[in-house]
């Protein structure tokens, strides 16, 4: 079944860092554009990045610019999502997902991002 493992969420204090990874399973990811999403209570999700397949062209939404940076690494089939100076409404559960044009194919089980004080 193909789909992603994420990991690196937790609880984190306004201004802080972290940084996500989606490790890929029984698909090789490399010809997949890979999409970061969001999901908060009582909201819809957001796509917040994507990055294409070669890792050379990245998109952001407004509300992440200049503080979120996906990459990945092909090689070990895994993508990453870093985090600064993070802010309260970024608390969400946060989703990598695998497109081939905009159909997005394979998900990752999400992983929880709190920050609080």
């Known amino acids: 079944q193909p789909q992603f493992v994420e990991s690196g969420g937790g609880l984190v204090q306004p201004g802080g860092s972290l940084r996500l990874s989606c490790a890929a399973s029984?698909?090789?990811?490399?010809?997949?554009?890979i999409g970061w999403f969001r999901q908060a209570p009582g909201k819809e999700r957001e796509e917040v990045s994507c990055?294409?397949?070669?890792?050379?062209?990245?998109e952001y939404a407004d509300s992440v610019k200049g503080r979120f940076t996906p990459s990945r690494e092909n090689a070990k089939n895994t993508v990453y999502l870093q985090m600064n100076s993070l802010k309260p409404e970024d608390t969400a559960v946060y989703y990598c997902?695998?497109?081939?044009?905009?159909?997005?194919?394979?998900w990752g089980q999400g992983t929880q991002v709190t920050v609080s004080s």
């Open positions: 997902a695998a497109a081939l044009g905009r159909a997005y194919l394979y």
């Open positions: 029984g698909f090789e990811m490399d010809v997949y554009a």
């Open positions: 990055i294409n397949s070669s890792g050379f062209r990245t």
